[in-house]
């Protein structure tokens, strides 16, 4: 296993403590998920950008890292259903697409890297999960109703980035004659 399959990996590490953390109601600890989120999702960005420089590139990451993805953003969107803090029709859509997907590229010879459109959709749903679940209070001088606004606009952009990616990733290219 080569190191940038290995932080794919590691991301993993950091979802049980999310979710312990999005269940407390301590701001530090809340605060202590957001960093751990954030962490794991920045993860996502250092594997690929080493896969690409020292030419690590397997079929295993690329396999993996989608899969992981997907684990990172399932898991903390699923509490947030419960903690009713997002729409659940929202998510059964996200989910729809990703089970989709994975579906369709079992039935693929070759396994391509994420499009600028997969890219769009992981990071939209990284930041909405973020600004999500950032324990923000009226302490800090912030309209919570502004910020909910905020949350929900973010939400619903990553809703629909993800469907519009999951199109774009199954609709045949046009090959030139």
Known sequence: MNLPNSITLSRL???PIVVYCLYSNEITVRWIGFGVFVVAALTDWLDG???????LVTDLGKFLDPLVDKLL???PLL???????????G??????????IAGWRVGQTQIS???IWGKLKTTSQIVAIAMIIAPLSSDLGWSIANWHLY????????VALTLISGLIYVIPTKTQA
């Open 13 to 15: 590490l950091g979802l």
């Open 49 to 55: 950008y080493l896969a690409r420089k020292l030419d």
């Open 73 to 75: 953003i399932l898991i």
């Open 79 to 89: 509490i947030l259903i419960d903690l009713h803090l997002v729409s659940a029709v």
């Open 91 to 100: 998510v059964c859509l996200i989910l729809a697409r990703e089970l989709t």
């Open 113 to 115: 890297g994420a499009n």
């Open 151 to 158: 949350c929900a606009i973010s939400f619903w952009l990553a």
